[in-house]
């Protein structure tokens, strides 16, 4: 499995943005995908995942309400549409396959850019 993310950019807060996560390759209907960031200087963090066969969606706290999740299994892409977002959102983004809803991911993409200006 490959992932390929996208849809980065600044924006200004209180804004919104999609990003997206191509997916070449098989998952398997076991699977989870998410999303993660990496803010500088902090550790990476789980944003949000769903089960790429039934949809089940899990989210952090820090994120819930404001972000959400879904998936194309036909296209093969996963996005993640965020809502109001503030400078604490500026961090890099990653999506990933796992095996588990929250960890255990060991697939992961090269990451996209998310800048929020006040």
């Known amino acids: 499995v490959q992932l390929q993310a996208s849809g980065g950019g600044s924006v200004q807060a209180g804004n919104s943005l999609r990003l997206s996560c191509s997916v070449s390759g098989r998952i398997f209907s076991s699977n989870f995908i998410g999303w993660f960031r990496q803010a500088p200087g902090k550790e990476r963090e789980f944003l949000t995942s769903?089960?790429?066969?039934?949809?089940?969606?899990y989210y952090a706290d820090s994120v819930k309400g404001r972000f959400t999740i879904s998936r194309d299994r036909a296209e093969k892409t996963l996005y993640l549409q965020m809502n109001n977002l503030s400078t604490e959102d500026t961090a890099a983004y990653y999506c990933?396959?796992?095996?588990?809803?929250?960890?255990?991911?060991?697939?992961w993409g090269q990451g996209t850019l998310v800048t929020v200006s006040s």
């Open positions: 769903i089960n790429w066969n039934r949809g089940d969606s």
């Open positions: 990933a396959v796992g095996r588990s809803t929250r960890s255990d991911y060991d697939i």
